[in-house]
């Protein structure tokens, strides 16, 4: 089929070992498993209604009368469409949902007449896999014994069926094909695609329920195995079973500390969120399932930043998922560098993902993070298990100081687009070496813990010394920019101070001195990594500026920077949270709240946490879910609580 997929999406569900993306029609777009950031394996699974002589109406589309409702069952991850024709007077309320602990998908489909004659009609299911991201050469075969279609290609298997017989079935056809729904009973091609029917009659007032199962295995009998499996109940019982156990993972949680009925429901939704985004196998943290795979419109996202982690599993600990965060930060010792480095990102399992360059703030973050794990639950066995990567992280970081400046030497900075001695990552590294400070000493290496200390200290120094500009009141960006040669002569030409420094080879570096735009990162200088006191003159200056110069005229919210082009230069949910972090820091209630109801009113329709708010609309305009978000929003809950 190879349908164009959208960047956003209106629902995750899953388990911690699938993970799949739909639309608010039911329409599933992308399947993960059995890791939850690659591979990738659905092209399009579609569903709808034949009657008899007449092409397929695909009802997982808002067109040919059908209307579509979406949300989430109360505290859980299932999900529920319910689609309606009232000019047919057909409803259909359907299910989905991954089962906890195992590797099944279940769609189920209930089909209510609310007519008052009996409607008949065949139900049918095209499925196009693109097993392992790869459409090419796989092959789908029907499997007569378990009534069920089976993509498969290497070591991903994948079948397709229900708990109710098939009347016909095809394996390989492709979407311009089964529009008549005629399937001629081939059973194996070597093609991503297949489809079955089910002849349905649905009397006035009666619901009839179709369940279709995906399950995923290594290869065919472990596949049919998880099929028969699903078999054993009926659909309603695994939603019964898998709304009880959401239900319970919320219930351990610790609640909500605002008793709010709006933010309690979207803290309870970013609990539930945290765990599909940790891979249960791997302890590993995405920051948002994919959805720009051909890296048409950014670098992509199924990937894990160890400085989102660090703002996520401060919240996971707030929340009381502290099983999470251990899980991760022992993840973190298979991704750390021979040289003690912990790079841009990394896959599930370790590996370096595509990159373009050293963000020192990284590694800081997770030794921060790692520190403030430790402080929750004064685990000296966490603390033993780290030390070793705590020490060679700490030993890197100090091989990066400069010590002209006492800042840490220039890298990329969080944004991932300039190269710079950044304000925010020099904070970040004076954290992290506090963080490596407190194991240190906790080691018996406390020569190495003065050490790591004072040389916190002297970031702090520099920070307060190189990185303020007096003229705008706020703190520069950072310090010895690179930038274009046309850039560096127009700006020396007009006064900027800038050098040129000679490379090998002959080439030359063009580098302002300072880089003056505003932007809140700034703000992380103070909260959360407490290199300046958020009380200072200096803090309040800069957050006045921030809130000044950033704040989105009409639809509100703070965007990142100042000159700030990405998808259009939008606010950010996460941004317009860290000001309200801020405001809570210094007691400013009444401000910290107003950013915080910000975020509450630009929820999905299903309650989930942008990336971006469209600037002239004030709708969402990228990424659904953003992981970073909900935990910028748990922190900024608890420091309401605190605050009041």
Not at 295 to 308: E, H, I, P, T
Not at 492 to 500: D, I, L, P, R, S
Not at 567 to 572: E, L, M, R, S
Request: glycine share 8%; hydrophobic share 40%; proline share 3%.
């Amino acid at each position: 089929m190879n349908e164009k997929k959208p960047y956003l999406v209106d629902a995750v569900i899953g388990n911690s070992r699938m993970l799949a993306t739909l639309g608010r029609t039911g329409k599933m777009y992308r399947l993960w498993w059995p890791n939850i950031d690659t591979p990738q394996h659905v092209d399009a699974m579609r569903v709808g209604l034949q009657q008899e002589g007449s092409p397929i109406e695909w009802f997982d589309e808002a067109s040919n009368g059908w209307s579509h409702e979406i949300h989430y069952a109360e505290r859980s991850n299932v999900l529920h469409v319910n689609a309606a024709n009232e000019a047919a007077g057909l409803t259909v309320d359907s299910r989905h949902f991954a089962v906890p602990g195992k590797d099944l998908l279940v769609r189920e489909y209930a089909f209510s007449n609310k007519g008052e004659e009996s409607k008949s009609f065949n139900f049918v299911l095209h499925s196009s896999f693109m097993i392992s991201e790869n459409g090419l050469y796989n092959t789908t075969m029907f499997n007569a014994d378990a009534d069920s279609l089976i993509h498969f290609r290497h070591q991903y298997y994948f079948a397709v069926s229900s708990a109710i017989v098939c009347t016909k079935f095809q394996s390989g056809i492709s979407w311009e094909d089964v529009q008549q729904g005629e399937l001629d009973g081939s059973v194996i091609d070597m093609k991503p695609t297949g489809a079955m029917s089910w002849q349905l009659t649905v009397a006035p007032g009666e619901t009839v329920v179709v369940p279709i199962y995906v399950a995923a295995a290594g290869n065919e009998q472990d596949v049919v195995a998880v099929l028969e499996d699903a078999r054993t109940k009926t659909s309603a019982q695994w939603a019964d079973e898998t709304n009880a156990y959401w239900h319970n993972y919320v219930a351990q949680a610790v609640a909500c500390p605002v008793d709010d009925a709006e933010i309690v429901k979207l803290y309870e939704r970013s609990v539930l969120m945290f765990k599909l985004m940790s891979d249960e196998k791997t302890g590993t943290i995405i920051a948002a399932p994919e959805f720009d795979e051909t890296y048409s419109r950014c670098g992509g996202y199924s990937y894990c930043w160890g400085r989102d982690a660090a703002f996520i599993t401060t919240a996971l600990d707030k929340v009381g998922l502290k099983d999470l965060t251990d899980a991760f930060y022992d993840w973190t010792l298979s991704a750390q560098s021979p040289d003690g480095s912990w790079q841009q990102r990394h896959y599930h399992d370790g590996q370096l993902a595509p990159s373009w360059g050293l963000q020192i703030d990284e590694g800081a973050s997770i030794l921060w993070g790692m520190w403030q794990h430790y402080l929750v639950n004064e685990d000296r066995s966490f603390a033993s298990r780290v030390w070793p990567a705590v020490l060679k992280g700490a030993q890197f970081l100090e091989s990066f100081i400069d010590p002209a400046t006492g800042l840490p030497k220039p890298s990329i900075d969080l944004w991932e687009e300039r190269e710079a001695s950044h304000t925010y990552s020099s904070a970040a590294v004076y954290g992290g070496l506090k963080a490596a400070s407190g194991f240190a000493e906790l080691a018996g290496e406390y020569e190495l813990s003065e050490q790591w200390s004072e040389l916190a200290d002297g970031i702090q120094a520099g920070i307060e010394t190189y990185c303020f500009n007096e003229e705008l009141q706020s703190f520069y960006r950072g310090i010895d920019l690179k930038v274009s040669a046309d850039h560096y002569n127009q700006a020396t030409q007009a006064g900027k101070e800038g050098y040129v420094v000679d490379l090998d080879k002959g080439y030359k570096k063009y580098v302002m001195k300072h880089d003056p735009i505003v932007d809140i990162s700034l703000l992380g200088i103070s909260v959360p990594f407490n290199a300046v006191a958020a009380e200072s003159e200096r803090m309040r200056t800069t957050a006045d500026a921030v809130e000044r110069l950033l704040t989105t005229p009409g639809v509100g919210g703070i965007k990142r920077y100042e000159d700030d082009i990405y998808v259009g230069g939008n606010p950010w949910i996460l941004t317009t949270l860290w000001l309200s972090h801020y405001r809570f820091a210094t007691g400013d209630v009444e401000e910290g709240r107003k950013h915080i109801q910000w975020a509450l009113d630009h929820r999905t329709e299903t309650g989930l946490l942008p990336e971006q708010i469209d600037k002239n609309t004030g709708e969402t305009a990228w990424v659904v879910p953003l992981t970073w978000s909900h935990a910028m929003f748990i922190l900024a809950v608890f420091m309401l609580a605190e605050a009041k």
